[in-house]
């Protein structure tokens, strides 16, 4: 996967720039209210227990975390893009386009 995402999206600035943009919307979707669901979410379980957990207060729970974590990957990508992007906007040489 790593060798794909090198050769793929990293060996083209068009592609790499594409991938970038649709990270960095992936993790604002992703991150958007997802600290205030979740405290909300542990808050409801706090408060009634058991008795969220059947109503589905935990199944809520691990899509939140779920969620974080495809926030954080899209994150990540971000920034090996972002810093493949910065890299070779810096070794480029000032006359070549």
Do not use: I
Request: hydrophobic residues 55%; neutral net charge; glycine residues 10%.
């Amino acid at each position: 996967m790593k060798d794909w995402f090198s050769r793929v999206v990293l060996g083209r600035q068009w592609a790499t720039f594409l991938v970038l943009g649709v990270a960095f919307f992936v993790f604002g979707v992703g991150t958007l209210s997802l600290f205030m669901l979740l405290q909300a979410n542990l808050n409801l379980l706090a408060d009634h227990g058991w008795q969220a957990v059947r109503d589905g207060g935990a199944w809520q729970l691990a899509e939140l975390l779920v969620t974080g974590y495809l926030a954080l990957m899209a994150y990540l990508v971000f920034e090996v893009c972002k810093a493949s992007l910065v890299r070779r906007w810096l070794d480029a040489d000032p006359g070549s386009t």
